[in-house]
Antibody, heavy 117, light 106 residues
Framework: EVQLVESGGGLVQPGGSLRLSCEVSGFTFIKYWMTWLRQAPGKGLEWVANIKEEGSETHYADSVKGRFAILRDNTKNSIYLQMNSLRVEDTAVYYC??????????WGQGVLVTVSS | EIVMTQSPATLSVSPGERVTLSCRASQSVSNKLAWYQQNAGQAPRLLIYDASSRATGIPARFSGSGSGTEFTLTISSLQSEDFAVYYCQQYNNRWTFGQGTKVEVK
C-alpha cells in the first residue's frame, strides 16, 4: 500500500523558517518525481514545488521561488520542504504527493503550517 | 499561467441523481486534465487522469470527457460518499487547479 506521511508543521512567526518532511512507503521511491502542494484555509489547491527522481532537477511556483527549497533523500525514502522568509499568506495545509506522468496520484494526509505573530 | 475555471461553484443534488461538473481552461491543455475529489478534512483523491481515464479503484459511476479547453466530470448516480468538493487540474503547462465545485445535499 502506498503511504505518504508528512510531519514538521506548526506555528511560526512571519520571517521565520520551518522544514517539512514526507516519508513514503509502498513503492520504489527513486523511480518517481515528488511534489509539495498546499491549500490555504477554506481555499483551493496550489502546486508548490517538484523534484526529480534523483534530485537533480527542481521546479517552483513563482509564489515561493527563492524562499522555499525542495529536497529529497533517497536513502530515507523522504522528501523535504525547507521554508524560509515565511509570510502570513504561506499559512496552509501542506501536502506531499507522488507525481505520475505529471498528475498527482497519491497524496499524504497533510500538515498544517500557520504563519502568525 | 493557464487559468482553470469550474462551474458551478456549488451544486445541490439528491442521492441517485446524475451530476455534471464543468471545467474550462484559458488555453488548450490537450487531454492533460485530471479530476480530484476532496472530502471534508481529507486529502484530495485522484479520480480521473488524461481527461477520461479512471484512476485505480475509482468506481465506474465516475467518468470524464473533453479535450482542448472544455472538460466534464459526470457522476452517473450520486452516492452518499460522493458529497465533496471536486477540483480539475491541468498538467499541460506546469500545474494549475480550478477553484473547485462543491456537491452538497439538496
Amino acid at each position: 500500500e502506498v503511504q505518504l506521511v508528512e510531519s514538521g508543521g506548526g506555528l511560526v512567526q512571519p520571517g521565520g523558517s520551518l522544514r517539512l518532511s514526507c516519508e513514503v512507503s509502498g513503492f520504489t521511491f527513486i523511480k518517481y518525481w515528488m511534489t509539495w502542494l498546499r491549500q490555504a484555509p477554506g481555499k483551493g489547491l496550489e502546486w508548490v514545488a517538484n523534484i526529480k527522481e534523483e534530485g537533480s532537477e527542481t521546479h517552483y511556483a513563482d509564489s515561493v521561488k527563492g524562499r522555499f527549497a525542495i529536497l529529497r533523500d533517497n536513502t530515507k525514502n523522504s522528501i523535504y520542504l525547507q521554508m524560509n522568509s515565511l509570510r502570513v499568506e504561506d499559512t496552509a495545509v501542506y501536502y506531499c504527493a507522488r507525481l505520475t506522468k505529471d498528475y498527482f496520484d497519491h497524496w499524504g494526509q497533510g500538515v498544517l503550517v500557520t504563519v502568525s505573530s | 499561467e493557464i487559468v482553470m475555471t469550474q462551474s458551478p461553484a456549488t451544486l445541490s443534488v439528491s442521492p441517485g441523481e446524475r451530476v455534471t461538473l464543468s471545467c474550462r481552461a484559458s488555453q488548450s491543455v490537450s487531454n492533460k486534465l485530471a479530476w480530484y475529489q476532496q472530502n471534508a478534512g481529507q486529502a484530495p483523491r485522484l479520480l480521473i487522469y488524461d481527461a477520461s481515464s479512471r484512476a485505480t479503484g475509482i468506481p465506474a459511476r465516475f467518468s470524464g470527457s473533453g479535450s482542448g479547453t472544455e472538460f466534464t466530470l459526470t457522476i452517473s448516480s450520486l452516492q452518499s460518499e460522493d458529497f465533496a468538493v471536486y477540483y480539475c487540474q491541468q498538467y499541460n503547462n506546469r500545474w494549475t487547479f480550478g477553484q473547485g465545485t462543491k456537491v452538497e445535499v439538496k
